[in-house]
């Protein structure tokens, strides 16, 4: 266990928090002494398996909820949830993406939709409804999940390059916005890290873009965890509407 828990007596809710970069935040949230509340889109099983781990090993309160963030009813419905069981909200780490590559001309209207609904309209929608639940206590973070493809583009993928765009202006939008409540909004742009989506790439692309990364390694999502972390706890409450980005000096 940590020598002190940052996030002692706060709430978080981390969409996508079962594998990846959402589930080592959850594990590094739980050793700092969050309140959690994790989601899936559609894997009952796996998230109860999250759910019972780190309430075994943490000893802290732990939720789970079911829930495809793509759908605005869907979200609605999870934070009228965590406001019945919780009654308050700290932290929201919108976590939840997918990655569907395909060329320009190749991109047909469902894929482009379903790439934008899940990892831009989920961060706008997740984002009005934790606003609400925040500044009842005048106090809160909203971490967003961008990625470095958002800030520098990259060939093959306009759709999830223009989604994590999309979200880096809506970060730095509702931080203006929301400044005045006590809300601070924060965006962390990954670079190369060592998930599900970079096993999957074929051989060539992966050593292409470890090659990329002046670091000469992959991140671990435990790295980019800890900038989450830092963001969602009173370590930075005079840090609002900045995009940090983790990704070893990667050149795309």
Request: a positive charge; hydrophobic letters at 45%.
């Amino acid at each position: 266990m940590p020598a002190a828990e940052l996030l002692a007596g706060k709430v978080a809710f981390i969409t996508g928090s079962t594998r990846g970069i959402g589930w080592a935040t959850a594990e590094l949230f739980a050793e700092h002494g969050a309140t959690l509340v994790l989601n899936s889109r559609a894997n009952r099983d796996r998230l109860e398996e999250c759910v019972a781990d780190l309430h075994k090993r943490f000893g802290v309160p732990v939720n789970g909820l079911l829930c495809d963030v793509a759908n605005p009813k869907a979200v609605r419905g999870a934070f009228q949830e965590i406001f019945k069981a919780q009654k308050r909200l700290d932290v929201l780490v919108n976590n939840a993406g997918i990655l569907d590559d395909a060329l320009l001309g190749m991109i047909s209207t469902e894929a482009a939709d379903r790439t934008f609904a899940t990892n831009a309209l989920s961060v706008l929608h997740c984002m009005q409804f934790a606003a609400r639940l925040m500044a009842r206590n005048r106090a809160g973070s909203i971490v967003n999940l961008s990625s470095i493809i958002g800030v520098t583009g990259n060939a093959g993928q306009v759709a999830y390059a223009g989604s994590k765009a999309a979200v880096l202006g809506m970060s730095r939008s509702a931080a203006k916005e929301l400044a005045s409540t006590g809300i601070r909004v924060n965006a962390v742009a990954p670079g190369f890290i060592d998930t599900d989506m970079a096993r999957q790439l074929p051989p060539e692309k992966f050593q292409e873009r470890l090659a990329s990364i002046k670091m000469g390694r992959i991140g671990s999502p435990r790295e980019v965890a800890s900038v989450i972390l830092f963001l969602a706890s009173d370590l930075s409450t005079y840090v609002t509407g900045q995009v940090i980005g983790v990704d070893g000096g990667m050149l795309i």
